[in-house]
């Protein structure tokens, strides 16, 4: 069955600091993997996603199919990455989601 | 560009009455929506995926009675909570794709309070 696990509830780091945001996922197939963030009060937004292999916001992100995972990385945190971030798996045209991780990043 | 709203942002209705929320693409030709419902401190949890013109298909474990979906045009689908009941409450959020292979665009959810 399709999964995405995120194991971290709460990542609190330092402005300045760099910023791992675990994603795992469960897939026979050949997954299509996205980073979706929402900020405080605003919806959902995509991120990015995997087969772009671009840098948004200086996050980015590699698929690791051994290791079947997609973590999000930024070199620096800054305050305003402060945000609810979620890792998703398509598989048909569905998205399934992981629990999310909240980024805190203290000044 | 590719904004979802949705109407109302938050409604609180009597148990054993009917809500219906409603979702729009502004600005562009939504083929698929989809309806999420979201517990609090929880993740999304897809309930259903509409087909403009077609039949909704729901996930294991959402009752299709209770919940109908109508997408009959390709800027707006519908939600109906029938008979509602207070485990209803939850923050449901809709989502369109129409533009390019994935890409969903939410609209900012309807919190529904049943009393």
């Known amino acids: 069955a399709q999964r995405v696990t995120q194991p971290e509830k709460l990542l609190s780091v330092f402005k300045g600091a760099p910023v791992e945001l675990k994603c795992n996922y469960s897939?026979?197939?050949?997954?299509?993997l996205f980073w979706y963030v929402q900020y405080s009060r605003q919806r959902l937004q995509l991120l990015l996603r995997?087969?772009s292999r671009e840098s948004i916001k200086g996050f980015t992100a590699d698929l690791n199919k051994g290791e079947t995972s997609f973590h999000l990385k930024k070199p620096f945190a800054q305050e305003e990455d402060s945000a609810m971030y979620y890792c998703a798996l398509e598989y048909g045209n569905k998205l399934v989601f992981g629990a999310g991780t909240i980024l805190r990043v203290k000044s | 560009g590719a904004v979802v709203s949705q109407h109302p942002s938050w409604v609180i209705c009597k148990s054993g009455t009917s809500v219906k929320i409603e979702c729009r693409s502004l600005?562009?030709?939504?083929?698929?929506m989809f309806w999420y419902r979201q517990f609090p401190k929880q993740s999304l949890m897809l309930m259903a995926t509409s087909n403009e013109g077609s039949k909704a298909t729901y996930e294991q474990g959402v009752e299709k009675d209770k919940f109908l979906i109508n997408h009959a045009s390709l800027t707006l689908s519908t939600l109906t909570v029938t008979s509602a009941h207070p485990e209803d409450s939850s923050f449901y959020i809709c989502s369109a794709s129409g533009q390019g292979k994935g890409e969903q665009y939410f609209g900012p959810g309807t919190r529904l309070t049943v009393t």
């Open positions: 600005d562009f030709q939504a083929t698929t």
């Open positions: 995997h087969i």
């Open positions: 897939y026979s197939g050949s997954p299509e």
